[in-house]
Structure formats: C-alpha cells, structure tokens
C-alpha cells in the first residue's frame, strides 16, 4: 500500500518506518524541519520518501495522523482535499499540556475529526499503545500470541486496510465496532499512558495490559 504520514514525531516517525520495513510505500510529512524527514525517509533506505502534507495524501491508500490535536486543523489545511481517504487516526484529542483529554463522554476526537472532514473515511487506531514498544512489537512478531490491538470506524473497507496495517506492525486487529466506540477506546488511551509514564512498570506494563489473551 501507500501510506502518507501526517505528523512524523514520535508516533508518526516509528509507524512510518514500520509500515515501510513491512514493504508499503511511505511518504513522511509534517514535522517542523525537512531534515528530520529526510533522516526518517533514509532510515528505511529508499522505501520512504519526504514530502509536504499534500504529497503524502496524494494516491494514498491509507494517511496516518499523527499530530497533536492542537495542529490538526493546521496539518488538515496543508493536506488539501481528503474525500474518499481512508484516515487512520491515532491522534488524542489532549490539551496543550497533555493532561486531560478536550472531547470525551458524549463525543471522541475521532469523531470530531469525522465531521471536519466529512467525506473521508476515518478509523481510530494505534492511539491505546506507547510508542516506545512498537519497534518490539515489530522485532518480535509472530504467527500465535499476538498483542491485541483495538481499532474502530464506521467503513469496513477502511477497517479492513487498518486491520492489515496493525498486522504489519505485528498486533493482532480487534475489531472494537463503530468510530462512536472512540469515545471509551480513548479515556482508555490515558489509562495506558498512565501506567505507562506515570506507573511502576513502565511502557512495558502497559504494552501487557493491552495483552487480552
Ligand atoms: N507518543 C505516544 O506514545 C502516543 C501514544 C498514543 C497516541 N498518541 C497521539 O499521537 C499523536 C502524535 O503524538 P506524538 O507523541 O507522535 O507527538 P510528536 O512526537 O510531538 O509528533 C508530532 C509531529 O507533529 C510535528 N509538528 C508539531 N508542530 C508542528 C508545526 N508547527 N509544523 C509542522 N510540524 C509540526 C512534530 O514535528 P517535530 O518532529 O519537528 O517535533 C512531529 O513530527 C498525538 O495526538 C498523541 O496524542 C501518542
């Protein structure tokens, strides 16, 4: 597939260069030097490339954001027309420091983000999972015992790219069902981010917890 990276940071850079070490072609954009993107794109050694926001959408199969909330109407207005994308969004809907989630309860970011971009087809996923493990994750991938990894949206054809997606990363895909399932996936996002920066056994406890079976 091809995927457009929209917010290469931490979350963004380490998915990127899985999915291309997977075998998909990748496009990293959004990071506020180009010389950060061309250092990711060459990690992979040729199979990702740098690009602007737009040519990371542009013939996409699939675009990950991964901005902060706080720049998604920024990277958004960069990245041009999305209708018809399939958007995997693991993107938290977090204040400016981080410490309480701004949409909950009755919505989800993943939601909100569904009504900006009305016509795209948006999937939740990735966001309950510390960066930190996924290069792990990845390095020890295996047929049984996979890690569980919750994902929802409301298109089961954009499901089933994000479904592939997770798989490549090496987690097993459980489908949570609708996008409005965001809006307990996400408090649960900050569960695991609790343990995981907060807590004793850091993100590899966390990592644990997201293990059902
Ligand atoms: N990190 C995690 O473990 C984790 C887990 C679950 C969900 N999430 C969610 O994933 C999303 C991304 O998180 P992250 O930790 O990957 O954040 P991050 O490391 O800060 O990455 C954000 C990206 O946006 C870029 N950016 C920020 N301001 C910009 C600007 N003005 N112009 C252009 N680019 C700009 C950053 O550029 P630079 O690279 O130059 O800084 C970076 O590449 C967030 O919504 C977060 O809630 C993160």
Known sequence: MRVGILGSG???GKLGKIF??????VVFSYARSEQKLKMLARDTKGKARPGTPRDAAQGADAVLLAAHWSRIHDVLSQTGDLS???????????NDDNTE??????SSGAEELAKMIPRARVVS???????EVLFGIYEARREANRPSLVYCGDDSSSKGIAA???????FEPVDAGPLRIARYTEPFALLVAQLAYEGKGGPELAYRFERFG
């Open 101 to 106: 989630l701004v949409v909950s309860h009755t």
């Open 164 to 170: 592939e997606l997770i798989r490549d990363v090496g």
């Open 10 to 12: 931490l979350m963004g």
């Open 84 to 94: 018809g994308k399939v958007i995997i969004s693991c993107s938290l809907p977090m």
């Open 20 to 25: 291309a070490y997977a075998g998909h072609e």
């Open 125 to 131: 996923a990735f966001n309950t999972v510390p960066s």
